[in-house]
């Protein structure tokens, strides 16, 4: 059979990316442009920013993964992009780009969802095997999706409020942590004790979670321990909420593997990088004999690589867009 070259762009929040990815499974080339170090400054992604930027970036990106691959235009099979969800001015920078390159070269144009690209990250890693239950854990979303087959996708449940990463990140601004602060928080987590008592997030049979009322619980706790003139030990902080949070994932994820008769397990989205989580999990997978994978640290934030993954499952089933593809910036896991 002849190989597949998918090239993969994303741009749906702060990262301009371009990827070259060869049959689903290997990377040729990966370009990651962040512009975290812009954001940081207003603690956050300003989307007006963001889009300006990629504006700026996305040629270039395009140029420096076509010369890391030693590739023309002429050797790729199809092009795969974000359409959503996402900020909208951001997707729709890559969009048009995608676009652009489709009808001058006659190459066709693959619309990808960004959580199944999330998700699709993991066959880099190994081959996804179905039934698989994912843990989709990012910025935006928190997510227990079932999948029996390649794009069959189940949602167990969610979050019913905050994504995981959204609740760091807020948790980290209240301990002057500069924005994301999810990879800090996990640093200092684990040189930190457990010493906090924070309230275990919807503690009940289903499988939604909520991060509204634990980032609610460890601001309250910060103030009034200020009032009373008590300084904030911030490690031992970041490992009450680290625990929390790792506890609430796994209790849920393990119950529905129970229920759905599962034994793979596969983490993605920016949270999937926390070493507190990924260390658990191991744990857990040896306790209850399940396979458990996750993306590498660069490839479970944003990223194009696994966009170019996730488009050529699609190719396999000949799904493409024309030239009238939109963004769809609330688009729902398909
Ligand atoms: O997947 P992603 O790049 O963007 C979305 O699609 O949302 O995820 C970014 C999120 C941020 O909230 C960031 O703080 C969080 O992932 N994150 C982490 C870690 N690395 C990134 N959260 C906890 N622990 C980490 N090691
Ligand atoms: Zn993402």
Known sequence: MKDVYILGIESSCDETSVAIIKNGEEEI??????????????????????????????????????????????????????????????????????????????????????????IYANNLEKKLTFPLICLVVSGGHTELVLMKDHYDFLRLGGTLDDAVGECYDKVARVIDVPYPGGPVIDKMAHTGKKTYNLPIPLNDESFNFSCSGLKSAVINLVHNEEQRGNKINKEDLAASFQD??????????????????????????????????????????????????????????????????????????????????????NDYLH
């Open 29 to 118: 080339a990966s370009i990651i442009l962040s512009q975290i170090d812009i954001h940081t400054l207003y603690g956050g992604v300003v989307p007006e920013i963001a889009s300006r930027n990629h504006v700026l970036n996305i040629t270039k990106v395009i140029e420096e993964c076509f010369k890391e691959a030693k590739m023309k235009i002429d050797d790729i099979t199809a092009i795969a992009v974000t359409y959503g969800p996402g900020l909208n001015g951001s997707l729709l920078v890559g969009l048009e780009a995608a676009k652009t390159l489709s009808l001058v070269s006659g190459k066709p144009l693959i619309p990808v969802n960004h959580i199944a690209g999330h």
């Open 244 to 329: 929390v949070v790792i506890k609430s994932l796994t209790t849920k994820t393990i119950k529905a593997m129970e229920k759905y008769n599962v034994h793979n397990l596969i983490l993605a989205g920016g949270v999937a990088a926390n070493l507190g989580l990924r260390e658990e999990f191991e744990k857990l997978s040896k306790e209850y004999n399940f396979s458990f994978s996750y993306p590498k640290i660069r490839n479970c934030t944003d990223n194009a690589s696994m966009i170019g993954v996730a488009g050529y499952f699609l190719y396999q089933k000949k799904i493409f867009a024309d030239l009238k593809l939109n963004t769809e910036t």
